[in-house]
């Protein structure tokens, strides 16, 4: 046969079907064909002298592996990579599966002078094994959980054991021509029907619950629905479905407990802050110059305990709210300082300068007054009793951008340490206890706010640097 010549060669190299690419040992592109520069989408010009890493190869993976100490042990070690596979990425950014052949090209005196590398895209590939490995957890998790997979008329198409057995009792079928109708036979849903039924809603998830009768015990069931959808139509409705009565009876106790125990304390606090105001208003006879500044720490700490004993009980009830509260427009640029002005009233040591900027004086939200109240209040309170300034600043701004209304309310306090805030919204969490020692209420006021404002369809977040306050955004749906 006779030998294939170098132009030849070089032609086949250019033109095959495979991405070729050569790199020196500092991981610096030296050479990529055709197939290579048109499957990542860059020209031989734009890549060559530059680095693997931040071109073709992210420095990490979906997975979190770290791709750029791999690289560096392929060029120490290339002889432990002959065959691997990685996530890459295209110029696009779109990542894709790598099975690439590595062979070490040696000079003459056995130095590592360049690693030829060929690879075959394997995405599609990838794409299965992590849909059948999907399918094999939903198959292991079918004993344990209720799967219910319906058309898009609400027509159940199959039930397996654990979901049968919560819509139909001994060897009967379930009647699967309307699943939300078989919900409302014999279990009460958290949500309203009109909710459930709404297929443009693509991830919901809600709970079922069953009261206790002379026959069946009480059960409390929670049901998450997903949409699989065409980009034209609803293929399907799956419904995964979990026995919660064990965690939802603990959550009632708890809530039962709470409210019992702010109740016993709410009369002999209001009897103390009622007589502590008598007895500073001279009402039992004039006090002496000793005894006064004891009644006003007496009526201070009575009205604070008064306040987080409130605030527990605002807690308690919202969190068990079966129904919507009512709600009524209500006008920012007025409702806003009115509801806060109180606050100002009981900060004596230090001064407040409060801002408020609503550009739009007409501007209006659809709400329930009372819970509007406890989240405004409960974010000025925060600013105020946190504050470690003499003169505390708070600035509020109100705006409406791309239909939804934005409230933002920005302090000039300790900040909170960027590890604390995503913790902050948990319930009891107090993270003024590890870091500025200041522990002054109960850990319930932001899970409050953020309760009502998860109610509300709305978002809320925090900005804060340490020594510079912090920020909290709201946005609601406007209306």
Known sequence: MANIGIEEYRNFIENANSIIIRFDPQGNFTYLNNFAQHFFGFTEKELIGKSLIGTIVPSTDFSGKDLEAMINDLLTNPQKYINNENENI?????????????KPLLGTSGQLEEILSIGNDISQLKRIEVELKKAEELVESTGRIGTIICEANWQVRSF?????????????????HDLVALFFKDYTPSLPI???????????????VRPESATNKALYLQVNREIIRTQRAVVSIILSIQDVT????????????????????????????????????????????KQQPLINALEEEALRLFGLISNLLNFVTINSENISPKKESLKLSVCIPELIKP???VVKSKQVNFQFTCPDQELTLTFNNTHFNLIISNLIDNAIKFNDKTEIVINCTVAQENGRVIITIADNGPGIPIEEQEKIFTQFYQPEKYFTGNVEGNGLGLS??????????????VQSTIGQGASFTLSFPAG
């Open 90 to 102: 295209t110029k696009d950014g779109r990542h894709v599966w790598i099975s690439w052949t590595n």
């Open 160 to 176: 397996n054991s654990a979901a049968k057995k919560y819509f139909c009792s001994g060897e009967q079928e379930p009647d699967c």
């Open 194 to 208: 009109e909710k459930i039924r709404d297929l443009s809603i693509p991830h919901l998830t809600f709970d079922l």
């Open 246 to 289: 064990e965690q939802r009876q603990e959550e009632l106790l708890k809530q039962d407990f709470l409210s019992h125990i702010s109740h016993k304390l709410r009369t002999p606090v209001t009897v103390i802050m009622e007589s502590a105001r008598m007895l500073k208003a001279g009402t039992l006879g004039p006090l002496s110059e």
């Open 343 to 345: 606050l100002f009233s």
């Open 448 to 461: 409050l706010v953020k309760k009502i404002v998860n109610l509300n369809k709305g978002k809320i977040s």
